[in-house]
């Protein structure tokens, strides 16, 4: 799985994070398209984007809010673009799939499993909120994130014949044994491009042996069938992308995952945290991917494909 090209992903703004925890967090359609043009200028081969109501700065999974940005980002960015279908855990997986259905992009995430997702423990850093409805979202300890194995297959399936490949979002070693499950039945084809996440509540940890164990794991199901990246949650972004890197894997960063640039310093941009991904990637005498380079790295179909 080593490779000298690593392909470094930028999660531009995200579902998590409220406008009330960082100025720096992008919510308004130019703000977004900034932010992932930028990022792509500063190394980033993938910009991973989500959606978001421009005043609140709730997620929002309409495909007329991300055709206020895709379309302006294609055209300052060569850069591979990646839409979600994750969008926001409260959401239904007919509201998550749209916009993806509709732009048909090169790559779209996927979660690979349900499970308990905890953002209360963000109450106790964050109290002084704007909106109303970012402490009734931040509050709940009751939020399953649903993708049972018809929703994904209802994803896949919607999906289907678009060309769009996915970034396959694993949280836990199930979501890898879920996802070869769909290999073996035909429904994806190799290579995978699979998404090790780390440290959010009610996902695996974020300890060395978590990531050393989800590699292991998903080298026994996969094989050479696949491609790893990862990422880590907060304060632990940073860790785990230089784990990943030094065993040659792909890592992801940006605001999605973390609000920090160092320990009590909010990132002031995605741009930032790209840089700093860089330098990971470069002081260990590794190169960062190009968007082509990724495109060929993932077997993707290529930005004149998409319809957007």
């Keep these: 799985m080593a490779a000298k090209k690593i392909i470094i992903t930028c999660a531009i703004t995200g579902a998590i ?3 009330s925890m960082s100025p720096y967090l992008p919510v308004t ?12 200028e500063a190394g980033a081969a993938i910009v991973h984007l989500h959606a978001r109501d421009p ?31 994750g969008g926001a ?7 998550r799939v749209r916009p993806a259905a509709f732009f048909k992009p090169e790559v779209a995430s996927l979660n690979l499993g349900s499970m308990n997702f905890g953002l209360f423990g963000m109450l106790d850093r964050f109290k002084d ?16 994130f649903r993708n049972t194995f018809g929703q994904i297959e209802h994803v896949l399936t919607t999906c289907a014949g678009h060309g769009t490949r996915f ?14 499950y769909f290999l073996d039945r035909g429904l994806v084809k190799p290579p995978l491009f699979i998404q090790t996440v780390f440290g959010l509540q009610g996902g695996i940890g974020n300890h060395p042996e978590d990531v050393l164990h989800m590699k292991r794991t998903a080298d026994r199901l996969f094989g050479d069938g696949y491609r790893w990246s990862a990422l880590g949650a907060g304060r632990n972004q940073m860790n785990i992308a230089a ?3 030094a065993m040659g894997g792909h890592i992801r960063v940006g605001l ?7 320990p009590g310093r909010l990132a002031t941009s995605n741009a930032v945290q790209v840089s700093r991904a860089r330098q990971i990637v470069e002081g260990l005498g590794l190169e960062v991917a190009t968007p082509d380079e990724a495109r060929s790295i993932l077997s993707l179909k290529g930005a004149d494909a998409v319809d957007f």
């Design 55 to 85: 005043v609140t700065g709730a997620p929002d999974q309409t495909p007329d809010a991300f055709a206020k940005f895709l379309p302006v980002i294609k055209a300052r960015s060569d850069c591979v673009i990646n839409i979600t279908t």
């Design 243 to 245: 784990i990943a890197a």
């Design 29 to 40: 359609p130019g703000q977004i398209a900034a932010e992932a043009v930028a990022a792509a």
């Design 17 to 19: 994070h409220t406008p």
């Design 89 to 95: 855990p409260t959401m239904t997986i007919e509201e």
């Design 129 to 144: 909120l704007k909106h109303e409805w970012e402490r009734t979202y931040l509050s709940n300890k009751d939020i399953i």
């Design 256 to 262: 999605e995952d973390s609000l920090w640039d160092g």
């Design 167 to 180: 970034e396959f979002e694993c949280y836990d070693t199930a979501h890898l044994y879920n996802l070869k």
